[in-house]
């Protein structure tokens, strides 16, 4: 069964730091990967996926994320933080297989200080 | 275009009660996700419905169960509640393949007391 582990449930940076939140996948087959963000009391909203094109994928709101199979990993990055990136951000991963669905890391939430 | 739409947005009930939970995916969305956000845990996933039948659950007692209709909205009960099924409440939908996006509602969220 595939899982995710978000690393560090809470990161801060000041605005215009770079911002950096890590996820590591568990699969044994070739997985999607996708990352959402939540701000407080609204649903989620997609911000990037891989889905086995190019290993570095670039998102909304300046957001990017690169797979790399080595590591098992699927880390978020935005070179510079901005006040209204504050919110909680969710790592998931699904595989291409019937009867699947996406499984979600517990999320980590992003402060940014002015 | 309208997003998923969930109702209630809020709903409170008592210990022991039953609980119906309801969303309308994106016109032409035939598969509907129910998660359940509670906090500290992140989003567990609940159950998954496509085309009118259930494709998969996670790992939820039998008294969280749901159905799709065959317009593909989505009902998600929840019987015999216990205080600790006080959560936020997801429901996603997406079009046809896993790598699609599922898009997001607003959430339930229901309150045991």
């Known amino acids: 069964a595939q899982s995710v582990t978000q690393l560090g449930s809470h990161v801060s940076v000041s605005e215009g730091a770079l911002v950096l939140l890590r996820c590591n996948y568990s699969?044994?087959?070739?997985?999607?990967l996708f990352w959402y963000v939540q701000y407080p009391n609204q649903g989620l909203q997609l911000l990037l996926k891989y889905t086995s094109a190019a290993t570095l994928v670039k998102g909304i709101n300046g957001f990017e994320a690169e797979f790399k199979k080595s590591e098992t990993s699927f880390h978020l990055t935005k070179p510079s933080a901005h006040m209204s990136d504050a919110a909680e951000y969710f790592c998931a991963v699904t595989i291409n297989q019937a009867g699947t669905a996406l499984i979600f890391g517990k999320g980590t939430t992003l402060s940014v200080s002015s | 275009e309208a997003g998923v739409t969930q109702s209630p947005t809020h709903l409170i009930k008592t210990r022991g009660q039953q609980a119906t939970l309801r969303c309308s995916p994106i016109s032409g969305h035939t598969s509907v996700y129910w998660y359940q956000q509670a906090l500290g845990l992140g989003l567990q996933f609940l159950l998954w419905y496509d085309e009118g039948e259930e494709r998969n659950r996670g790992n939820f007692p039998p008294r969280f169960s749901g159905r799709q209709f065959p317009n593909y909205s989505s009902e998600l009960n929840v019987n015999a509640l216990e205080l600790e099924d006080s959560a936020l409440y997801l429901c996603?939908?997406?079009?046809?393949?896993?790598?699609?996006?599922?898009?997001f509602g607003q959430g339930t969220r229901l309150t045991v007391v």
């Open positions: 996603a939908s997406s079009p046809k393949g896993l790598d699609t996006e599922a898009f």
């Open positions: 699969s044994s087959v070739p997985p999607y």
